[in-house]
């Protein structure tokens, strides 16, 4: 089966940089891989979309990262990125990976979650 991996969350101060990564794991076959993306939910607060990239290279960004946040994906490597920086307190929040996919035991698309990586920006 497959299972989305976050990594690279932690503390920075305002003004730094972080990347995180997200690996499809196991060895389980993917037939196909969609959309994928990164979502934020501060606490307290609704889950949102921070970053999306289309299997056609197609980024969507929300407003408050757009210049700060860049996506990119590895299909061969299973794996997608968000490199974060001029980092803000605002942007503290656990931080999910999504991928919609396509797995060798499944009939047709499903939507992947990771467990989430905090991140915690500091003033």
């Known amino acids: 089966q497959v299972q989305l991996v976050e990594s690279g969350g932690g503390l920075v101060q305002a003004g730094g940089s972080l990347r995180l990564s997200c690996v499809a794991s196991?060895?389980?076959?993917?037939?196909?891989?969609?959309?994928m993306g990164w979502f934020r939910q501060a606490s307290g607060k609704q889950r949102e979309s921070v970053a999306t990239v289309s299997p056609d290279g197609t980024t969507n960004y929300a407003d408050s990262v757009k210049g700060r946040f860049t996506i990119a994906r590895d299909n061969a490597k299973r794996t997608v990125f968000l490199q974060m920086n001029s980092l803000k307190p605002e942007d503290t929040a656990v931080y999910y990976c999504?991928?919609?996919?396509?797995?060798?035991?499944?009939?047709?698309?499903?939507?992947?979650w990771g467990q989430g990586t905090q991140v915690t920006v500091s003033s």
């Open positions: 999504y991928g919609r996919l396509w797995p060798a035991s499944s009939d047709m698309f499903g939507d992947y």
């Open positions: 196991g060895t389980e076959s993917i037939f196909s891989i969609n959309t």
